[in-house]
T-cell receptor, first 116, second 110 residues
Framework: DTEVTQTPKHLVMGMTNKKSLKCEQH?????MYWYKQKAKKPPELMFV???????INESVPSRFSPECPNSSLLNLHLHALQPEDSALYLC???????????????FGPGTRLTVL | GQQVMQIPQYQHVQEGEDFTTYCNSS?????IQWYKQRPGGHPVFLIQ?????EVKKQKRLTFQFGEAKKNSSLHITATQTTDVGTYFC??????????FGAGTILRVKS
């Protein structure tokens, strides 16, 4: 299984709602990522988990809260979002780094989020 | 901070013509990766370059990594309509962090 799955595919939420995005992989990867991608822009790194521990937080606002319950799952909890947070949220995974040559990232299909 | 510049932003070519996109980093990279994102899709890994001056080929695609490990290029020979999409380079300096270039949108006219 070389797939990263994400749910839901689409999400519409109000600014006062609380919702969660979910990501799952069964490739035995120990690094997982959240990216935000706006239209016609590159993916923008938000968070990195390595061995289930948060290793990188790219100064993301606290209304985004990541969680890694186990090595296969990654969640992104959303609360009090703003309309400008509307974007495609991509999850990715890779083998944990082991030496100078790191491996590719496998991306999920993304969750298209609209904040009203 | 680390930046990866990518040009051109857009390229429209006639089917059968060649296409090249270029990336340049402000700092020396440990490696560079290339991804393709089809319209409405997600980034898909194409290749990773690690060594200074490395050249790799995948059928009609040729990838190069500069001697100083600061620049890279992707060249597609004789483009086909299936090549349509956005091509991103992504540089890694250290650790798990990839920095993506802005991407080059390729359109192919048949």
């Amino acid at each position: 299984d070389t797939e990263v799955t994400q749910t839901p595919k689409h999400l519409v939420m109000g600014m006062t709602n609380k919702k969660s995005l979910k990501c799952e992989q069964h490739m035995g990867h120990r690094a997982m990522y959240w990216y935000k991608q706006k239209a016609k822009k590159p993916p923008e790194l938000m968070f990195v988990y390595s061995y289930e521990k948060l290793s990188i937080n790219e100064s993301v606002p606290s209304r985004f809260s990541p969680e890694c319950p186990n090595s296969s799952l990654l969640n992104l909890h959303l609360h009090a979002l703003q309309p400008e947070d509307s974007a495609l949220y991509l999850c990715a995974s890779s083998q944990a780094p082991s030496g100078p040559s790191y491996n590719e990232q496998f991306f999920g299909p993304g969750t298209r989020l609209t904040v009203l | 901070g680390q930046q990866v510049m990518q040009i051109p932003q857009y390229q429209h070519v006639q089917e059968g013509e060649d296409f090249t996109t270029y990336c340049n980093s402000s700092t020396t990279l440990s490696n560079i990766q290339w991804y393709k994102q089809r319209p409405g899709g997600h980034p898909v890994f194409l290749i990773q370059l690690v060594k200074s001056g490395e050249v790799k080929k995948q059928k009609r695609l040729t990838f190069q990594f500069g001697e100083a490990k600061k620049n890279s290029s992707l060249h597609i020979t004789a483009t086909q309509t299936t090549d349509v999409g956005t091509y991103f380079c992504a540089g890694r300096r250290y650790g798990n962090k990839l920095v993506f270039g802005a991407g080059t949108i390729l359109r192919v006219k048949s």
